[in-house]
């Protein structure tokens, strides 16, 4: 199929060269020059393991093309698939301008039949409005539909190529067809494809990733809670996921959630709710108990260093939001540092793709490192807040070596505590009490 990408982020791109990898003819418009040129060269804006592989591929091959020609491709294309940012306003309402404005602009475009999918994260009534916009100055027949992602940061290529379900509002007929065909060979072994309604896919969306925030939320505070009355999290953690009815993912405790989905979804669907005057208390509670679980171990840290960590020298593992990406939107690595800053800590930090992301906000309010044996070099303490590979099992005997302090804040649980007590650290983490209380 022909197929236009509106919008170049982490979604249209991701979206674009996977449909091309499946043998469908696909143009990119993005309005950035400087950045369609860098993608037709081959080169990478976002980092995502096995995207550049197959952008490369699809590049060669000619399936795959960057422009910011949006007439040329509409016309070229039966699909037109909307990838553009929907961030939030300052009342956690999703901006829309962005997607408004192009089916706009649609709309003096089309000539003949096309299929409108929005592929953006949107409230409940988009398709609607997107469908409105269009028609303004449309005569040419039309679909909308809604076909909301469901990707993960890190493992987003491996997430499109094989889906759990892949949802699509549509009451068309004639657009069921084609995204029927469009999607076969991605759900060939068997992952249902779900068709429903534009409004009811919508929520879908929100509801997915607002649960998801839940459970992770419910079991931060569970931590809270297991080191007050002595259990401990990691055992808890089991024997809840060891119920089908829960299941294993997303309860893992830490220091809060962060990306671009899940803090914007939740924000979304509380304020969705809110306009039709409901009040959703559960997703309210979600979000102050993740803000504060951000900088949990702010207060242990103090703590530890008797309330004075000026000048203190404070080195972070990690600043992405997640491990396997670069992206930093509401990273609690962030909340972090800018209350460590508050506290006039010297702050060091290494993290194996976001520093460039940092960079562009700090500056030189802290010092990156070339790498995570060079940022903990004569360090006071050490906060790990990115569950990196690299940094789950370092060399302990050489980080001794270079430490000033052996203490380990860790915001992920990456380590094992007894034997971090064996190896003489001062070892504080999420929900699992504290091992080792001499300073060293």
Not at 18 to 41: H, M, P, Q, R, Y
Not at 59 to 64: A, K
Not at 320 to 345: C, G, H, Q, V
Request: charged share 30%.
């Amino acid at each position: 199929m022909k197929i236009a990408v509106i919008g170049t982020g982490y979604v249209g791109l991701v979206t674009g060269t996977c449909f091309a990898e499946t043998g469908n003819s696909v143009i990119c418009v993005d309005i950035d020059e400087t950045k369609v040129k860098k993608l037709s060269d081959g080169g990478m804006t976002i980092y995502e393991p096995g995207l550049e592989k197959l952008l490369i591929r699809n590049l060669r091959e000619g399936r795959l093309r960057f422009t910011t020609n949006l007439a040329d491709s509409v016309n070229e294309s039966l699909l037109i698939l909307l990838a553009l940012p929907t961030p939030p306003g300052e009342d956690g309402s999703a901006d829309l301008s962005a997607i408004l404005k192009v089916s706009g602009d649609l709309g003096k475009i089309i000539k003949e039949y096309k299929v409108i999918i929005d592929k953006s994260t949107v409230p409940v009534g988009t398709a609607e409005r997107v469908r409105k916009a269009i028609s303004i100055n449309c005569k040419s027949d039309f679909d909308v539909v809604s076909n909301p992602e469901f990707l993960r940061e890190g493992l987003a290529v491996e997430d499109f190529m094989k889906p759990d379900r892949v949802v699509i509002g549509t009451s068309s007929e004639k657009a069921k067809k084609i995204l029927s065909d469009l999607y076969a060979p991605f759900v060939r072994q068997g992952n249902p494809l779900l068709f429903m309604d534009e409004r009811s896919a919508e929520l879908t969306k929100y509801a997915a990733n607002s649960f998801l925030a839940t459970k992770i939320s419910f079991m931060n505070e569970i931590a809270i809670l297991c080191e007050k009355l002595g259990a401990d999290v990691d055992m808890v953690r089991r024997g809840l996921g060891s119920d089908d009815r829960i299941g294993k993912r997303f309860l893992f405790p830490g220091i809060g959630y962060g990306g671009s989905c899940f803090p914007k979804d939740v924000k979304a669907l509380v304020q969705s709710a809110k306009e039709v005057d409901y009040s959703f208390n559960i997703l309210k509670a979600v979000m102050q108990v993740n803000e504060r679980q951000k900088i949990y171990l702010l207060p242990r840290i103090k703590k530890y260093f008797n309330n004075d960590l000026k000048n203190k020298k404070i080195t972070l593992w990690g600043l992405a939001f997640k491990p396997n990406t670069d992206d930093i939107r509401e990273a609690p690595a962030l909340a972090i540092i800018e209350e460590l800053l508050k506290e006039e800590a010297t702050i060091t930090a290494f993290d194996p793709e976001a520093m460039t992301n940092v960079k562009k906000i700090l500056g030189d309010k802290i010092t990156f490192a070339a790498t995570q044996y060079d940022a903990i070099t004569d360090c006071d303490a050490l906060i790990v807040a990115t569950e990196w590979n690299e940094f789950r099992t370092p060399d302990f005997e050489r980080m001794v070596s270079l430490m000033k302090h052996k203490v380990i804040f860790d915001g992920r649980n990456v380590y094992e505590p007894r034997r971090m007590k064996d190896l003489g650290f001062h070892y504080e983490s999420v929900g699992r009490g504290v091992l080792n209380n001499d300073k060293s």
